[in-house]
Nanobody, 123 residues
Framework: QVQLVESGGGLVQPGGSLRLSCAAF????????MVWYRQAPGKQRESVAR???????DYADSAKCRFTISEDSTKNTGYLQMNSLKPEETAVYYC?????????????????WGRGILVTVSS
């Protein structure tokens, strides 16, 4: 019913930048919040950045001043701008969102996950 699809990952050199996108597909009414996570090889998944309804943002300490989370409600899409990337930030990045959608004339709530996208920081 609702899918999240990440894009924008790939290979970047240390110190470089990438912008990830997370688009919600389906009969979307609103995307009220979005969180970006990452999971590095052999490590637990961790929260990187969060944007809530009204635009409030929160960041992991490791991401502050380098990452920026944003959203475009007209496109049901969220973004994660990542600057000054480090090799240890190589990971699969996932988005997770709080979504209201319409199903058979009713508003319903769901919190789907994207399938993840690989970001590799290496020279």
């Amino acid at each position: 019913q609702v899918q999240l699809v990440e894009s924008g990952g790939g290979l970047v050199q240390p110190g470089g930048s990438l912008r990830l996108s997370c688009a919600a597909f389906g009969n979307i009414f609103s995307v009220d919040a979005m969180v970006w996570y990452r999971q590095a090889p052999g490590k637990q998944r961790e929260s990187v950045a969060r944007i809530s309804y009204g635009g409030r943002t929160d960041y992991a300490d490791s991401a502050k001043c380098r990452f920026t989370i944003s959203e475009d409600s007209t496109k049901n899409t969220g973004y994660l701008q990542m600057n000054s990337l480090k090799p240890e930030e190589t990971a699969v990045y996932y988005c997770n969102a709080a979504v209201y959608f319409v199903d058979s004339g009713q508003y319903k709530h769901i919190e789907p996950w994207g399938r993840g996208i690989l970001v590799t920081v290496s020279s």
